[in-house]
């Protein structure tokens, strides 16, 4: 008998508190890349109530001046990031306008500089580029939906999308940015077959009622996006299920950067190393590692080599290689594993500076990248989301 099981995930929208931090801190950190493509960021946002901190560490090379301030206007950064979102509500706390943005970026240590740089340095035992910290990396790829990722952190970003293009076209005034969405997907014999339920929770004015904010959500968002033939009369449909939420963003709920990295990748489905993507440039293997092991895992996938295929590696600070590489199909493979995991050393390079130069990543790209998912976007910008390498893997299992 085929194994049978429920697997979930959520997705939030770009108005939940954490993805307002993470907006903040990748807008910042394309616009240190708009003036230097070697900027160095690390940066930090949290936010509450009507407070916005912006912390971290920031080298932009080209700029003499000590105080960033004087060339790249932070505070309009945030504010604008803030409008984008969608905080513009009179009877909202949490206000693009009236927000308090306090700065208290500092330099990038000379110590992890040093560590990073391509060049000779007293206790470094090489001149090349190397990690921007020790850690490890995953990246994953799966057959379940035409973007090769799993079906249920895919189904939950559609949900999310969805209702923030219909409250940005305007037509529904009473709907706010802070929302979150889940869905939970049957599976039998590791293949999806339906729907069990979905969540979708969303913000929303203090005149809506909540029969036409759960009707809307069923009708305009869920039927919409999510694919007919997995749904079916036992589907649950669970929105706003308190019954209200009319306080929502950093004035309900604190905001920090890096506390969604499951939904920025796997939904749960595929390993997360631990370190978060948002507001660092692509030095920090946290970041560029994982994109590269998603364009790695996916293309085994699209070679048709496996139908799930995760990948590790893990770094030491300072040090040019990965100390280690390991491939994992969980005896999906069509050849054997180590055969694939041979043919991805011979046709991908793992050191820092080769990922940056192989996806292009010196380029203020990571706005695109903030919400709903850095993985399973079709963007030309998104490099680690080809399947370019497909063909050459093929050839290199030989």
């Known amino acids: 008998?085929?194994?049978?099981?429920?697997?979930?995930?959520?997705?939030?929208?770009?108005?939940?508190?954490?993805?307002?931090?993470?907006?903040?801190?990748?807008?910042?950190?394309?616009?240190?890349?708009?003036?230097?493509?070697?900027?160095?960021?690390?940066?930090?946002?949290?936010?509450?109530?009507?407070?916005?901190?912006?912390?971290?560490?920031?080298?932009?090379?080209?700029?003499?001046?000590?105080?960033?301030?004087?060339?790249?206007?932070?505070?309009?950064?945030?504010?604008?990031?803030?409008?984008?979102?969608?905080?513009?509500?009179?009877?909202?706390?949490?206000?693009?306008?009236?927000?308090?943005?306090?700065?208290?970026?500092?330099?990038?240590?000379?110590?992890?500089?040093?560590?990073v740089d391509a060049k000779e340095a007293k206790g470094k035992k090489t001149a090349e580029q190397g990690a921007g910290d020790q850690g490890l990396m995953f990246g994953y790829a799966c057959d379940e939906t035409p973007e090769l990722m799993p079906a249920p952190i895919m189904f939950a970003h559609r949900l999310g999308r969805e209702l923030t293009r219909l409250r940005k076209s305007g037509k529904y005034p009473w709907l706010r940015p802070d929302a979150k969405s889940q869905v939970s997907v049957i599976y039998e014999d590791n293949k999806p077959v339906g729907v069990s339920n979905v969540v979708i929770s969303t913000q929303h004015a203090s005149e809506a009622e909540h029969k036409d904010i759960e009707k809307f959500c069923i009708e305009k968002v869920i039927a919409k996006v999510l694919p007919k033939k997995m749904m079916n009369g036992t589907t649950e449909y669970l929105i706003n299920p308190t019954g209200r939420f009319v306080v929502g963003g950093p004035q309900g709920d604190t905001g920090l950067t890096g506390r969604k990295i499951i939904v920025d990748t796997y939904g749960g489905m595929g390993r997360h190393g631990g370190g978060a993507f948002s507001g660092k440039d692509p030095s920090k293997v946290d970041r560029s590692a994982a994109y590269m092991g998603r364009w790695v895992a996916k293309n085994v996938v699209a070679a048709g080599l496996a139908r799930r295929c995760e990948i590790q590696f893990a770094y030491a600070i300072g040090h040019p290689q990965p100390v280690s590489v390991h491939v994992n199909t969980f005896l999906t493979s069509t050849v054997d594993e180590e055969k694939i995991e041979k043919a991805v050393m011979r046709t991908f390079s793992f050191k820092p500076a080769d990922i940056v130069k192989q996806l292009d990543l010196l380029r203020p790209i990571y706005s695109k990248t903030t919400n709903y998912g850095h993985f399973g976007k079709d963007d030309p910008d998104i490099t680690w989301e080809r399947t370019d390498m497909a063909d050459t893997l093929k050839k290199a299992v030989r």
């Open 1 to 115: 008998m085929a194994r049978r099981f429920i697997f979930s995930s959520e997705s939030v929208g770009e108005g939940h508190p954490d993805k307002v931090c993470d907006t903040i801190s990748d807008a910042i950190l394309d616009a240190c890349l708009t003036q230097d493509k070697t900027s160095r960021v690390a940066c930090e946002t949290y936010a509450k109530s009507n407070i916005v901190i912006v912390g971290g560490e920031i080298t932009v090379p080209n700029i003499k001046s000590r105080h960033l301030e004087d060339v790249m206007p932070i505070n309009k950064i945030v504010r604008d990031a803030v409008r984008e979102i969608g905080y513009v509500n009179s009877d909202d706390v949490f206000h693009a306008d009236k927000i308090f943005v306090n700065n208290i970026i500092t330099g990038q240590s000379e110590d992890i500089s040093q560590g």
